[in-house]
């Protein structure tokens, strides 16, 4: 199907969607529609924040389980849902300077932002991570077939080869993790929030 074919027919959830099933299934073309098409933009942000409330409503859910305690549970529920929209744009940043400075990408933050957008959606399983015992196998699936999803959006959004476009991800997503690891600890001491990232 051809780009203009593509948008004509889909609008408003019905395009989100479509663009969702692309994106998880790999679509390079998908990701380089959605690269220049600055359309897409409110879309990327819609998923990175419907997958952060789902993560913090599974965390929230995964607190209580664990006999935590209430307090606890609704302070892990705000600090994920902040936190997952604030390491998206943080990650978003870096990947864009990383790649651009270190890796000779090519491209704008406005591209990094709505091609991985898009590759957030796997993580829409981290709500199964309240299933007993095998609740976090489903969880664990979503986050590592996001990393897959996001080696192809940020390869398409910075036009890059294999290894620096892996290089770039890498470098990026362990300086968000440390960023989080570090505020979750903080927050963890005063007793606000009970869970990482």
């Not at 389980?65 to 390491?87: D, N």
């Not at 390869?155 to 470098?171: G, M, N, P, R």
């Amino acid at each position: 199907m051809s780009f203009n074919a593509n948008k004509a027919g889909r609008t408003g959830a019905n395009r989100i969607i479509d663009g969702v099933i692309r994106a998880i299934k790999l679509d390079k073309t998908f990701y380089a529609e959605v690269e220049h098409d600055v359309s897409y933009h409110q879309d990327a942000l819609t998923i990175v924040v419907v997958v952060s409330i789902i993560g913090a409503i599974g965390a929230f859910l995964g607190v209580l389980i664990g006999r935590g305690s209430f307090l606890g549970a609704i302070g892990t529920l705000i600090w994920q849902a902040v936190w997952g929209v604030a390491a998206f744009y943080l990650l978003t940043y870096l990947i864009q300077w990383v790649g651009t400075r270190f890796f000779k990408g090519q491209g704008d933050v406005g591209e990094v932002q709505r091609c991985l957008g898009f590759a957030y959606a796997p993580r829409i399983l981290g709500i199964l991570a309240i299933i007993p015992c095998i609740g976090w196998l489903a969880a664990l699936a979503g986050w590592l077939w996001s990393m897959v999803t996001s080696y192809v959006a940020v390869k398409e959004a910075l036009d890059q080869d294999d290894t620096k476009a892996v290089l770039t991800i890498v470098v990026s997503f362990v300086a968000v993790i440390v960023v989080g690891a570090i505020i979750s600890a903080i927050l963890a001491l005063i007793g606000i929030a009970g869970s990482v990232i």
